[in-house]
């Protein structure tokens, strides 16, 4: 085992080359073992036309798949040994293909007696196969052969069905424990295939509560005092391009809900058996805690056929515009602007039918009213709405307290005062707000933006920017971005 | 629905006519099928549920986007003459130390160059000082005072790059991504693709500005052609002193029932027509004459700007509205924007300084300084500036080489600022060379076909799916190129 930190060794270095290399022995002897079976083949006297293997072509291909499988044993001990891998499943691995190499030497070795080459190729290529099969387990996450299988076909080979989804049964969010409902389903997901019992990189295990408080090779990930200090929270908040974000590029990502859950968690000094309702929730946090947990309506999808022939339908008989926002979801863009003030609270609980899947409301200039907003509770999925010179007052927005996916709000030119703008503070989501030429002040603005402003997150970034500016100054900067600024030196006469 | 390219109703025609009918016309008739297929592309091909508009209307060729898209309309303010990125946007202090001093050949050797061949080429650094603005510390001229109160809702590129060094093929370029005539320009392509919010006014309008000289290039009507694509998406050149249409109003004696007739009735001859040629063009013919009958008053509202408080007029500096000034046409833009129309192009000249570059510019500058900034604050207050793509930019840039008093003009770096859509505010984009000649060739770097992939993304089309089958052969708005610069879009 090296030390901590990555060391650079020409070792470290020809063991990367392993995941390449092993390619060439299986490519190898399965070659030969296609061609003897074709010679096989030709001693049906239908067949005799095949062409068999001359000894002299079986030796030296037996030789370069064997000198070609000792070296890949070779690098892939060299890699093992650089690093971050530890784990049953590589202990595995290592001995299958030890195994598989050293068949392929013998095989080389006694391939002249005829009766005992046949028996021992054969074994010799299931070795191969199943270490193979091990070695890719490694890099890709146990099951993922057989992860896309039919249930029938999985049946038939006496797998076990898919587990069912590891999240929880939609529980009430204020039972749900921190740790072991909220955030081990998270690590199931999304990280235990390389830091669990089969594989642990970097000697760090996250299947449980246990194993994860342990820490790495480099030390503990969670509970750390400072939050910018905390590399499990540093490590998944980088940007993806970077080598040491988490989960690597390439693999299944943490979504937003997810990597608000874990940011929270860890900041929040990773509480275990806390209830989360005892907790102090900022209200992004409880937000994707419910939908992780299953908020039931927010999560179904519509039907794109249906909401499709209903919206074709709505748009010619009300005169609106709708176009379709994503190229295969059912998400619509309902444009009731241009019908003007003839577009009322009687035509918006027209749109019932489509509902669910209106993520940009137009009602701007129409003579939709407070009494017409009731409608809108059924638009889970509403990311844009505008309500611009509508006669809308804050009782309207009391309204609006359920839609949480609202991202933009346009209530310029209405009736709405400083009353009514503090009830958003229940959209977790909200970003643009746009209050011209209506009774609200900035004083208001402002202790909305405050109420809607994760504290604990800027303050976390912010120690994070620093530190990185600390790291930037005492490294020598280079300024050297890959480019040179300068023309070429002109050439000399 | 009966519409002429209903395949019963060319059935039913077919039989009608005689053999020599027949055979005369046949090819005629097929030719306008295919047209009228990609007129409206959901007679035959109706497996993808798509929602069609009210009214039948134009709702686009598009079934739906292949992105999630951001933006909905475009104002692009163009700078025409092509003006100088060196006095703008793009600060070198190198150029600067070196003026007066040759040129490096290492630069120039073997490039191409428009008035400067065969001369000497001198260095020249701009008279002009440039200031860090916003929170973004942006480095914007202190020629555009306006311009950097907004640093931090812009995004300024600096590598922008076309292929084409005079005016004219210049234009067609920035506009259509090619030289060649008959090309779609990219408003029409916009339409095409996306159709318009409204119906009362083209889908794509162009006003015009010029500066104080009068000795500008002209802007040749080609640039907002809509090429081979049928012309009903061409652009629309509104008036922009006095009143933006002419003769829009009624004759004495002639109520709006009487004109309601008269437009019906053509519709009807028109329709006699297009049923004997299948000609799609006669049912654009058609759809213009309805166009103009809504016009008459929508174009009216339009230009009642009475109804702007003077607060809003002097914040674009418009002195007098409708004075055919570049403030003016701001002022107008964003109430055309308000009004659904998709692509609003409003063409300023004055922008070719060859010489007397320091006087002009100013003057220039001091045009089109205020109101850019002033149209960019004016959406934000309104909310409008998230769906609202605007372009301020040139068809190219300057020499950093000086010529007499000005420069010339230069394809290989020019800078350009987006804004709303979804673009990212406060970044720069891409970079020149330390004396402004060339783009540096990095990721940032941006041909005018990637402007135009990167503009279409916004609308959540990609670039390489709208297409129009022309002539045998597939065009799109970046023809085989253009590359998506994600990295400009928040």
Redesign the interface.
Request: hydrophobic share 30%.
């Given at each position: 085992m090296t030390a901590a930190g990555p060391v650079s060794s020409i070792g470290a270095f020809l063991g990367r080359f392993h995941p390449l290399w092993v390619h060439l022995p299986i490519g190898i002897l399965f070659l030969l073992a296609f061609l003897e079976a074709v010679g096989w083949a030709a001693r049906w006297p239908r067949l005799r036309w095949l062409p068999a293997v001359g000894p002299g072509q079986r030796t030296l291909v037996l030789l370069v798949g064997a000198a070609a499988a000792v070296t890949a044993a070779l690098l892939g001990w060299l890699l093992a040994h650089d690093g971050d891998y530890e784990g049953a499943r590589v202990r595995t691995h290592q001995w299958l293909g030890i195994a598989a190499a050293a068949a392929a030497v013998l095989v080389f070795a006694v391939h002249r007696m005829r009766w005992l080459y046949a028996p021992l190729f054969a074994a010799t290529l299931v070795l191969l196969v199943l270490a193979a099969h091990a070695g890719g387990s490694l890099t890709h996450g146990g099951g993922f052969l057989t992860a896309r299988m039919p249930p029938a076909m999985g049946r038939l080979f006496g797998l076990g069905s898919p587990p069912a989804s590891t999240v929880p049964h939609p529980a009430d969010i204020g039972r749900a424990v921190a740790f072991p409902d909220v955030v081990q389903p998270i690590l199931n997901d999304r990280c235990v295939g390389c830091h669990g019992p089969d594989k642990s990189n970097g000697g760090l295990r996250m299947d449980s509560w246990g194993q994860l408080a342990k820490g790495g090779k480099h030390g503990p990930v969670v509970g750390a005092a400072d939050p910018a200090a905390n590399p499990f929270v540093r490590r998944i908040d980088l940007p993806t391009e970077v080598k040491e974000h988490m989960p690597p590029a390439g693999r299944p990502q943490l979504t937003d809900d997810e990597l608000t859950i874990l940011e929270w968690w860890a900041c929040a000094g990773a509480p275990r058996e806390k209830p989360v309702a005892s907790l102090d929730l900022p209200a992004s946090v409880a937000e994707a805690i419910r939908s992780r947990l299953g908020g039931a309506a927010t999560d179904v999808v519509p039907d794109?056929?249906a909401v499709?022939?209903n919206?074709?339908r709505l748009?010619?008989e009300?005169?609106?515009?709708?176009?379709?926002?994503?190229?295969?979801g059912p998400w619509?863009?309902v444009?009731a602007?241009?019908a003007g003030r003839a577009f009322g609270n009687k035509e918006l609980a027209l749109l019932s039918p489509i509902a669910p899947a209106v993520q940009w409301l137009d009602l701007g200039g129409t003579s939709v009213s407070d009494a017409g907003l009731a409608c809108l509770a059924s638009m889970h999925r509403l990311e844009?709405l505008?309500l611009?010179q509508c006669r809308i007052t804050d009782f309207g927005l009391g309204q609006l307290a359920g839609l949480r996916a609202m991202e933009?709000l346009?209530l310029?030119g209405t009736s709405v005062s400083d009353r009514g703008i503090i009830e958003l503070r229940q959209l977790p989501r909200l970003r643009?707000l746009?209050v011209?030429q209506t009774a609200v002040t900035p004083a208001a603005v402002k202790a909305l933006g405050e109420a809607l402003t994760d504290r604990r997150r800027i303050a976390r970034l912010e120690a994070e920017q620093s530190e990185l500016a600390r790291q930037i100054s005492a490294e020598q900067f280079q300024g050297n971005?890959?480019?040179s600024?300068?023309?070429?030196?002109?050439k000399p006469p | 629905m009966n519409t002429p390219f209903d395949p019963e109703v060319i059935r039913t025609r077919q039989l009608e006519w005689s053999r020599r009918t027949f055979l005369g016309k046949s090819a005629q008739a097929l030719g306008a099928l295919a047209l009228g297929s990609l007129v409206d592309p959901r007679l035959f091909s109706a497996q993808d549920?798509?929602?069609?508009?009210?009214?039948g209307r134009w709702?686009g060729c598009l079934?739906?986007?292949?992105?999630?898209?951001r933006a909905k309309r475009v104002i692009h303010l163009y700078m025409a003459g092509g003006p100088s990125h060196l006095e703008t946007f793009d600060y070198k202090p190198e150029l600067n130390r070196i003026h007066g001093q040759p040129f490096?050949?290492?630069?120039t050797n073997g490039q191409q160059l428009a008035q400067l061949q065969n001369t000497t080429l001198l260095a020249r650094g701009s008279s002009f000082t440039f200031s860090r603005c916003g929170i973004s510390g942006q480095m914007i001229s202190d020629l555009l005072p306006y311009t950097q109160q907004i640093a931090d809702d812009i995004c300024i590129i600096r590598s922008l790059h076309t292929e084409q060094i005079n005016h004219d093929p210049a234009h067609a370029f920035m506009n259509a991504g090619s030289m060649v005539k008959g090309r779609p320009s990219m408003g029409s392509w916009l339409l095409y693709g996306l159709g318009a919010?409204?119906d009362n006014l083209p889908g794509f309008v162009v006003l015009m500005s010029r500066g104080p000289s009068g000795g500008e290039q002209p802007v040749s009507a080609r640039q907002w052609s809509a090429g081979f694509l049928p012309s009903r998406f061409q652009g629309v050149q509104f008036q922009s002193k006095g009143v933006p249409v002419h003769y829009v109003g009624n004759p004495d004696g002639v109520c709006q029932s009487t004109q309601r007739q008269v437009i019906d009735e053509i519709a009807r001859l028109n329709g006699f027509h297009e049923e004997e040629t299948l000609d799609p063009e006669v049912q654009t013919r058609i759809a213009q004459y309805e166009l103009a009958f809504k016009m008459q008053t929508s174009v009216p509202d339009l230009a009642d700007l009475s109804s702007e408080p003077e607060s809003i007029r002097e914040m674009y500096g418009v002195k007098e509205v409708g004075d055919g000034s570049f403030a003016s046409n701001c002022l107008v833009a964003r109430r055309l924007a308000e009004r659904?129309v998709r692509f609003i192009q409003l063409y300023h000249r004055g922008w070719d300084q060859h010489g007397n570059l320091d006087t002009d510019i100013k003057e220039v500058c001091r045009r089109v300084d205020q109101a850019s900034a002033a149209l960019v604050k004016d959406l934000k207050?309104?909310?409008m500036l998230?769906d609202t793509l605007v372009l301020w930019g040139g068809e190219f840039g300057r020499t950093p080489m000086g010529q007499g008093t000005g420069r010339d003009h230069h394809i290989n770096a020019f800078s350009a600022w987006l804004a709303g859509g979804g673009i990212r505010g406060g970044l720069s984009w891409g970079s020149s060379?330390?004396l402004g000649y060339r783009y540096?060739d990095?990721s940032q770097q941006m041909h005018v076909h990637d402007l135009h992939a990167t503009m279409l993304a916004a609308f959540?089309i990609n670039h390489e799916k709208l297409i129009y089958r022309f002539q045998g052969r597939d065009f799109r708005l970046t023809d085989v190129h253009g590359k998506i610069a994600h990295g400009v879009f928040a």
């Open positions: 794109r056929v499709f022939s919206a074709a748009a010619r009300l005169n609106i515009l709708i176009h379709p926002l994503s190229p295969d619509l863009d444009n602007r241009v844009r505008h611009d933009y346009n310029r643009s746009y011209w971005t890959g480019e600024l300068r023309p070429p030196a002109p | 549920p798509t929602v069609p508009g009210p009214g709702m079934p739906s986007p292949n992105f999630p898209p490096p050949a290492s630069f919010e409204t659904g207050q309104r909310g998230d060379d330390e540096i990095n959540g």
